[in-house]
């Protein structure tokens, strides 16, 4: 793991504040950890850092002193950001109702190169990434350094859309720490979802790094962007996943959430209301990462699992990355249920219960008690998951990862998954539950078929067997001939069966 290292041209602030001030503040032990200065009109000016700060006089800041900083700064905005040239300092200032300036913030601008390091691995997937945090955390500088490592390390298109010029810096040739990524300056944040889409449309990049999305119609981009596989990197408001999820506006940045109705069996399973909320779409972001401090982070490697956990009220199981002090990086991982459905394969040997209690999720009740009774099975429907040997379910029913599934996987009971909901489908489930290889099932049919012509010759009285596939069907017809007996297959499928006449009935 590389030693970080930090560029704060800090000279060049200074350059800026107060020779008063400034004098003050160069005779600070902790100036390195300096954050931000304050000025405001009639108040003590103010050096914050990260977990203190100091008065830089007892005299109240006056217009002039808040005046000889805004003449040797760049120009504000709209959104009252103004910075100081090739480097990444951010001056924020406060008016009053004539539009008079009356405070500044002056925030210190760091490039710190290493930092990104911890999720290197994470950023060479490709996938879409959102960080979050508290303010001062570090999330703009992450997202410089992600910046620097695609374009230099990886040789990736990269385009940064720069909102404020507080990814790259004021002034038109953006600063070094963003390496050969290109910038495209926002001219007003309200404009950001445009600058957003004409990346995409005008300069073919492999990647766009965004600093703050917090605006519905910068989501929207966002969403576009992601779906002509650009990947994103980018910050958004909040601290966490679950402030996302609650948040109207950014939520759909994590796939969005929408009210469903359950249906009467996966409601009483679950112990909720029929209506629940669940995830609308994939998201936009496939990966998250919490940055916690500037050396502990939080990654939610799948996004749409988190949400759909979250959402069902079971408690997010984040990877947790820490650097230490020697700048080796600790991982922690969470221990990880399998919630994965799969087909099960025919089994070795017969389930062990006698009676075996099957649970169909989707499948026609009255189908598989047809095909039991049918094949002679010591088998019972059961409606109780917990009782359950088997799950049978229908292909359409395990894409949606219903809950009840999932349980039944962390139950470790088998899971069935048919194509579709008919009766040879539901037939060939029962041979894998009780391991009955495909012509051991056949020839039981055949007996039991051979057994129903010796009936109708005693009788003399037409039996209906019971509904068979058409190649069975066949063989039943070849062997009722050479009885010396008449058949037909009556009803639609997968009802269809043989009837067996009596030769003097035929019809």
Aim: hydrophobic share 35%; proline share 7%; aromatic share 4%.
């Amino acid at each position: 793991m590389g030693k970080q290292y930090i560029v704060d041209d800090l000279a060049e602030l200074l350059k800026v504040i107060p020779p008063e001030l400034k004098e003050q503040l160069e005779k600070m032990d902790q100036l390195s950890e300096l954050l931000e200065v304050v000025l405001d009109l009639g108040r003590k000016p103010e050096a914050r850092f990260p977990n203190s700060y100091l008065y830089l006089s007892e005299e109240p800041v006056t217009k002039e002193q808040i005046n000889y900083v805004v003449l040797r700064i760049g120009d504000f905005g709209p959104d009252h950001r103004a910075g100081i040239t090739r480097t990444l300092h951010r001056i924020s200032c406060l008016v009053n109702r004539r539009g008079e300036i009356i405070g500044l913030t002056l925030r210190v601008g760091r490039a710190v190169f290493g930092t990104v390091d911890i999720i290197r691995d994470v950023i060479e997937t490709g996938k879409s990434i959102l960080l979050m945090g508290k303010p001062g955390v570090g999330k703009t500088t992450m997202l410089r350094e992600v910046a620097r490592v695609l374009a230099d390390d990886l040789n990736k298109r990269v385009i940064v859309v720069d909102t404020s010029n507080e990814i790259a810096g004021d002034g038109d040739i953006p600063h070094p720490a963003i390496g050969r990524a290109r910038r495209m300056q926002v001219p007003t944040p309200e404009l950001q979802h445009e600058v957003m889409i004409e990346a995409v449309e005008n300069h073919m990049p492999e990647v766009i790094i965004i600093d703050e999305i917090g605006r519905e119609l910068e989501v929207m981009a966002a969403r576009t962007i992601a779906e002509r596989g650009v990947q994103l990197v980018a910050t958004a408001h909040g601290n966490t996943l679950e402030n996302l999820i609650q948040n109207p506006t950014l939520c759909d940045l994590v796939g969005g959430i929408q009210a469903v109705t359950l249906s009467d069996e996966e409601a009483r399973f679950r112990g909720t209301q029929k209506t629940v909320l669940e995830r609308r779409a994939p998201p936009t972001f496939e990966v998250l990462v919490e940055i916690k401090d500037r050396e502990t982070l939080a990654i939610h490697h799948d996004v749409a699992e988190t949400v759909d956990k979250l959402l069902r009220d079971i408690p997010p199981q984040p990877e947790i990355r820490r650097r230490s002090g020697k700048g080796e990086v600790e991982v922690e991982k969470p221990e990880k249920v399998e919630t994965k459905i799969e087909v099960e394969t025919p089994p070795s040997r017969p389930i062990k219960p006698e009676r075996i209690n099957i649970f169909p999720y989707g499948v026609s009740r009255d189908r598989l008690e047809r095909a039991i009774h049918d094949m002679n099975l010591s088998a019972t429907i059961t409606r109780n998951l917990s009782e359950a040997h088997a799950v049978v379910t229908i292909k359409s029913q395990e894409k949606r990862k219903p809950q009840l599934l999932i349980q039944a996987q962390v139950q470790k009971v088998p899971v069935y998954v048919l194509r579709n909901n008919t009766s040879s489908q539901i037939r060939t489930f029962l041979r894998k539950v009780y391991g009955l290889p495909e012509r051991e099932w056949d020839s039981r049919v055949m007996e039991k078929t051979e057994e129903m012509i010796f009936k109708v010759l005693k009788t003399h009285q037409p039996i209906e067997l019971p509904p068979e596939p058409p190649p069975i069907r066949r063989l039943q017809h070849e062997m009722i001939e050479k009885y010396g007996l008449y058949s037909e297959s009556r009803g639609e499928e997968p009802f269809r069966r043989v009837v067996i006449f009596p030769s003097s009935s035929k019809k």
